[in-house]
């Protein structure tokens, strides 16, 4: 049966405009930090409409919908000031579980994710692994029904907002090191668990050091095979780096920087000049516009079951790049008049100075699947038949 895709479109902008609270949608249009309070308010919306989860299958909750559906639901609520959806419940940690979990997992984990009532953080980056993340040293060993968890992981977001955390840990030691590495689900408030936040120069607390000493976790909460939590690692990576949200978010903070440099070149007239703001704005649009005919055309490789190659990591360079250069033309356009007041006073619901901590924090999260020069590797390899 073929799908009304332009019918699809208009069903999603109606409910688009209706469905999301205006105070929602008025911290998006913004720029402004989501917070837990928002992502799990739209999600509950979107569950109770059936739509909580775009890109799973009907038969664990999901909408069922194809590539160029989701592709269409992300660029319809970005465009009508929606927040995204949260990433590592939805597009992380619950298709790892459909795709590896077993029955009962699945019925025990799933729903939380779906209506929003669980709140997950990721536990791969360690102190001593950098890059390598094969190289991580969170143990867990077997003690009867339980695995017992010990060491650290870093930079993790949301830990201090979370209740589960999905951690890579090192069950054994004999093996290579990848294949001593299996995938463990952790509740928060187990004993043994500290979270101690970082704080960084954005002036967002949502970055975190979370210490395990001697956490009892039950057996059960280990997905697929001991030893081969590398597989669901590799699976959930490769998924991250090809998501419409990227695309579709880009062209939301365009629009938003376009905004924003015309109202400063409003109040700045006869005293400053924009027009090179200006060129830089044109520049990124065209390259937003190359990075839409990308996703379409990966989309397209999806929906015919084509092989990606290394379109996801042309794909997220793209996105990585425009967003640095687009928060660089907001941070030129309001810095002058706004930087010392975010220095002073870090925090403050100052409206420009919610730009300059976007500056910071974008750059920040575009190693998220991994950093440029990472991504820059898989193509080079790939190009030279490495």
Request: net charge neutral; charged share 25%; proline share 4%.
């Amino acid at each position: 049966m073929s799908i009304d895709y332009a019918g699809f479109r208009r069903e999603l902008e109606t409910f688009a405009r209706s469905a999301c609270l205006p105070e929602i949608r008025a911290v998006v249009a913004a720029g402004q930090k989501i917070t837990k309070r928002e992502y799990q308010t739209w999600q509950q919306i979107l569950h109770a409409r059936g739509w909580g989860a775009p890109s799973w299958p009907l038969d664990v909750g999901g909408t069922g919908w194809d590539i160029r559906q989701r592709l269409i639901f992300e660029e319809v609520m970005a465009e009508n000031d929606c927040p995204p959806l949260y990433h590592h419940g939805l597009g992380h940690i619950g298709p790892v579980i459909i795709r590896f979990g077993t029955p009962e997992q699945k019925a025990r984990f799933l729903p939380g994710i779906l209506d929003g009532s669980d709140w997950w953080c990721q536990g791969y980056s360690e102190p001593g692994s950098g890059s390598d993340l094969a190289s991580l040293s969170t143990s867990a060993r077997r003690d009867g029904d339980e695995w017992v968890v010990n060491g650290q992981k870093i930079w993790t977001s949301h830990a201090h907002e979370a209740n589960m955390i999905y951690m890579l840990v090192r069950t054994s030691k004999e093996a290579k090191k990848q294949e001593g590495i299996s995938l463990l689900l952790v509740p928060m408030d187990s004993k043994g668990v500290t979270v101690r936040p970082i704080h960084t120069i954005d002036g967002w607390h949502h970055l975190n050091e979370v210490f395990f000493d001697e956490v009892r976790v039950r057996a059960d909460n280990l997905i697929g095979e001991v030893g081969k939590g590398w597989t669901c690692a590799k699976f959930l990576l490769e998924r991250e780096r090809l998501p419409p949200a990227n695309v579709a978010r880009l062209e939301l903070m365009r629009r938003q920087v376009t905004q924003l440099v015309a109202q400063a070149a409003g109040h700045a007239v006869g005293r400053r000049d924009f027009g090179g703001l200006h060129h830089k704005l044109l520049l990124c649009e065209a390259d937003v516009k190359g990075a839409r005919v990308m996703m379409a055309q990966a989309t397209d490789d999806l929906i015919h079951q084509r092989p990606l190659g290394v379109q996801p990591s042309v794909i997220k360079m793209t996105c990585a790049d425009v967003a640095q250069r687009l928060t660089t033309i907001a941070l030129d356009a309001v810095g002058p008049d706004a930087a010392h007041r975010f220095l002073a006073q870090a925090g403050d619901d100052v409206p420009d100075a919610t730009w300059i901590q976007n500056y910071m924090f974008t750059r920040a999260r575009t190693i998220a699947g991994g950093t440029s020069e990472v991504q820059r590797n898989v193509v080079a390899n790939e190009l030279l038949g490495a």
